[in-house]
Every structure is written in structure tokens, then in C-alpha cells.
Antibody, heavy 124, light 107 residues
Framework: QVQLQESGPGLVKPSETLSLTCTVSGGSISTYYWSWIRQRPGNGLEWIGYIYYSGTSYHNPSLKGRVTISIDTSKNQFSLKVSSVTAADTAVYYC??????????????????WGQGNLVTVSS | DIQMTQSPSSLSASVGDRVTITCRASQSITTFLNWYQQKPGKAPKLLIYVASSLASGVPSRFSGSGSGTDFTLTITSLQPEDFATYFCQQTYTTPWTFGLGTKVEIK
């Protein structure tokens, strides 16, 4: 059974960099798309971006270039960094596995496994 | 970005009721639509992908339908464990976006 586990500090000071790691167990990280999603208090879900095992990545423009997603296949881990954080970055951060389904016309993406979530509070 | 609008934002229902939740996309997304269930303090769980495919282990009382801009999640006979918040998500184009959720509460 695939399991994902986020780790990282729960408190980050404003203007500093938020760093989280997701460790994947029960399966190899060397396929699939690996994503970060966040959920601000009382709000919906916001997709931050993904990384493929090859290193190809995509970041949501809503975070204005403050995001870095990296992958370490030797450790079965991928990571998120968000720079210059403010209180608006306070959220529960989830890592998730992105699977695909191909029907001959295109690839359909969906998140089939999620971590339990890591609450990150931005405060001095 | 593609906007996903869910309705209603919340509803009250009883065990055994048939529940329907709607999701509308701001442009056509063909069938690039997923549904998730989230319980308080837990991560979302995949229910439906590609608009109508049931995820592994999900009870058959859940079903999804629709294409283009209008989609529906139906729970045919609501069970106590189904009281939760439901989100739709489009993966037609990046950035992938979610609806704001529909909270299903006990009447």
C-alpha cells in the first residue's frame, strides 16, 4: 500500500522560506506525477504544482515564482520550498501522487494517494 | 484559470437520502473532472476520476456523470460515513483547479 508522509516545521517566520518533504513508501517514486496542494483555513484546495520523476515540474502562477519543487529518487522523496512567505501562506500542505489514465485521446490526471497533511503557520 | 463552481455550498440530508452535487466549469473540460471526499482533519480521498470512473474501493452508491461544463456527483443512499465535504477538480489544463466544496451535513 502506497503511503505518503509530509515532514517539516510547523512554524515559519514571515519573509523566510517554508520547506517540506514528502516521503513515499510502499512504491517507487520513479513513475507518476508528484504534487503539492494546500488548504488555507476555511478555504478550498489550491494546487501548488507537480514534479515528474524525471525532474520536469510545473508551478501554479498564483504563487508568483516563489515555489521550488524537487525530487530525490534515491530517497523516494520530493520536496517543496516556498520563499518570502507571509501570513497568507498559512495552510495545511498536502503531498499527493498523481496518476494518469490514457484513453487513446489524452492523459487524464487525478490524485489517488495523499499524505495526512502538515499544518504550516506563518507568524513571528 | 478555469473556475469550478459547486452547488450547493452545503446541504442537510438524512441517512438513506439521494444526494446530488453539481459542479460547473467556466469553460469546457470534456471529462477531465475528478471528485474527492474530505472528512474533518483528514486528507481528501479520490472518489471519481474522468467524470464517471469509480476509484478503487469506493462504494457503488457513489456515481459521477457529465461532460463539457456540467457535472454531477450522486450518492444514491446516504450513509452515516458519507457526511463530509466534497470537492470537484479539473485537470483539463494547468493550473489544475478545485471547486470550493459542498458540505453534506446531517439533517
Amino acid at each position: 500500500q502506497v503511503q505518503l508522509q509530509e515532514s517539516g516545521p510547523g512554524l515559519v517566520k514571515p519573509s523566510e522560506t517554508l520547506s517540506l518533504t514528502c516521503t513515499v513508501s510502499g512504491g517507487s517514486i520513479s513513475t507518476y506525477y508528484w504534487s503539492w496542494i494546500r488548504q488555507r483555513p476555511g478555504n478550498g484546495l489550491e494546487w501548488i504544482g507537480y514534479i515528474y520523476y524525471s525532474g520536469t515540474s510545473y508551478h501554479n502562477p498564483s504563487l508568483k515564482g516563489r515555489v521550488t519543487i524537487s525530487i530525490d529518487t534515491s530517497k523516494n522523496q520530493f520536496s517543496l520550498k516556498v520563499s518570502s512567505v507571509t501570513a497568507a501562506d498559512t495552510a495545511v500542505y498536502y503531498c499527493a501522487r498523481g496518476s494518469t489514465e490514457y484513453d487513446g485521446r489524452g492523459y487524464y490526471y487525478f490524485f489517488d494517494y495523499w499524505g495526512q497533511g502538515n499544518l504550516v503557520t506563518v507568524s513571528s | 484559470d478555469i473556475q469550478m463552481t459547486q452547488s450547493p455550498s452545503s446541504l442537510s440530508a438524512s441517512v438513506g437520502d439521494r444526494v446530488t452535487i453539481t459542479c460547473r466549469a467556466s469553460q469546457s473540460i470534456t471529462t477531465f473532472l475528478n471528485w474527492y471526499q474530505q472528512k474533518p482533519g483528514k486528507a481528501p480521498k479520490l472518489l471519481i476520476y474522468v467524470a464517471s470512473s469509480l476509484a478503487s474501493g469506493v462504494p457503488s452508491r457513489f456515481s459521477g456523470s457529465g461532460s463539457g461544463t456540467d457535472f454531477t456527483l450522486t450518492i444514491t443512499s446516504l450513509q452515516p460515513e458519507d457526511f463530509a465535504t466534497y470537492f470537484c477538480q479539473q485537470t483539463y489544463t494547468t493550473p489544475w483547479t478545485f471547486g470550493l466544496g459542498t458540505k453534506v451535513e446531517i439533517k
